[in-house]
């Protein structure tokens, strides 16, 4: 199948599941996950009107993106990897929006670089729903305190929550979660769901999912 039929059928089964759930198409963005595919690949899911990129790597995406960007200007390009703080002032360079802010310590950075490039980013908090020691994500009970510290210290824009639930777990209880949790932040976007449970996220009240390669092939 190629490419633009594959961005076709993901969208329609947006569509079509958001509806089954009560909600409006425009409720889910689609969030193309465009790593370790390079410029050729993406420019025809940018060709078919896509325009909200994920990259997982923010070295890897400066290779690429900034043309990309040039090329078309209306292009949000999302860092929904793990950022190391050292990454921070690049990260914000480039992203429009940082979806794994998990520690204070990068916060602190991003609040910084933000003041100091004089650019605007929009931030979601990464919550590790299944307590997993090898993945990123801030500890569940921790995360409305940390929210506040973000938005109220820091004066970080957060303006929802994202998971990636264990691997080998129901993702539903884990969406359900971050959905309790982030109504009890006073938030309103939830980033979750990817290739394999997206329609599952959608049930759950996802406002965007992330999908890689339903879209552009296995890697």
């Known amino acids: 199948m190629e490419i633009e039929a594959r961005l076709a059928e993901v969208n329609n089964r947006i569509t079509t599941t958001a509806k089954k759930s009560g909600r409006k198409t425009g409720d889910v963005a689609l969030v193309a996950v465009s790593k370790t595919f390079d410029a050729d690949d993406i420019r025809p899911v940018i060709a078919c009107g896509q325009r909200i990129f994920g990259e997982n790597r923010v070295q890897e995406a400066q290779g690429k993106w900034p043309d990309l960007k040039q090329e078309t200007a209306d292009i949000e390009l999302r860092l929904i990897g793990p950022l190391q703080s050292n990454k921070a002032a690049d990260a914000v360079a480039l992203f429009d929006v940082i979806e794994s802010v998990?520690?204070?310590k990068i916060a602190r950075a991003l609040a910084d670089e933000c003041q100091k490039q004089g650019r605007t980013l929009r931030?979601?908090?990464?919550?590790?729903?299944?307590?997993?020691?090898?993945?990123?994500?801030?500890d569940p009970r921790e995360t409305v305190a940390f929210v506040a510290l973000c938005r109220d210290e820091l004066k970080l824009p957060v303006e929802g929550l994202m998971c990636i639930p264990p691997a080998d777990e129901n993702p539903g209880p884990h969406?359900?979660?971050?959905?309790?949790?982030?109504?009890e932040c006073g938030l309103n976007k939830l980033s979750?769901?990817?290739?394999?449970?997206?329609?599952t996220a959608i049930e759950f009240g996802a406002t965007s999912v992330r999908v890689g390669s339903a879209i552009f092939g296995s890697r």
Do not use: C, H, W
């Open 102 to 104: 998990d520690r204070e």
């Open 123 to 138: 931030f979601y908090v990464q919550v590790n729903t299944g307590l997993e020691p090898q993945k990123a994500g801030i």
């Open 175 to 183: 969406f359900a979660l971050l959905a309790k949790i982030a109504k």
């Open 192 to 199: 979750m769901g990817m290739s394999g449970d997206f329609e």
